[in-house]
């Protein structure tokens, strides 16, 4: 069992930058890739950007790519999401989870953390 929690949400500037955390509880993280996702009001939930256990391969959805950065911290069980260059188009709600088969299975969803950018 994992249980994820996001931080670092908030409302930013359009161009502006932002780091999300998600902690990780259970000494099996480093076992697992890890994912984020974020949902905008009135849409389904997208993939953004996922990272696999070591750290060493890294995707990104093409709408982020060149401004998003995935990365870890085994030893501290967090996954971190840093974003620049934001774009009003980027608010939602974003997520993390295990990724469990890439592309196809995610698992313990965290709250999500909200990250609105204004204009």
């Known amino acids: 069992q994992v249980q994820l929690v996001e931080s670092g949400g908030g409302l930013v500037q359009a161009g502006g930058s932002r780091r999300l955390s998600c902690a990780a509880s259970?000494?099996?993280?480093?076992?697992?890739?890890m994912a984020w996702f974020r949902q905008a009001p009135g849409k389904e939930r997208e993939f953004v950007a996922a990272i696999n256990w070591s750290g060493s391969t890294t995707r990104y959805a093409d709408s982020v790519k060149g401004r998003f950065t995935i990365s870890r911290d085994n030893a501290k069980n967090t996954v971190y999401l840093q974003m620049n260059s934001l774009k009003p188009e980027d608010t939602a709600v974003y997520y993390c989870?295990?990724?469990?088969?890439?592309?196809?299975?995610?698992?313990?969803w965290g709250q999500g953390t909200q990250v609105t950018v204004s204009s």
């Open positions: 989870a295990v990724e469990v088969v890439a592309g196809i299975m995610y698992n313990y």
């Open positions: 259970g000494r099996t993280f480093s076992m697992y890739a």
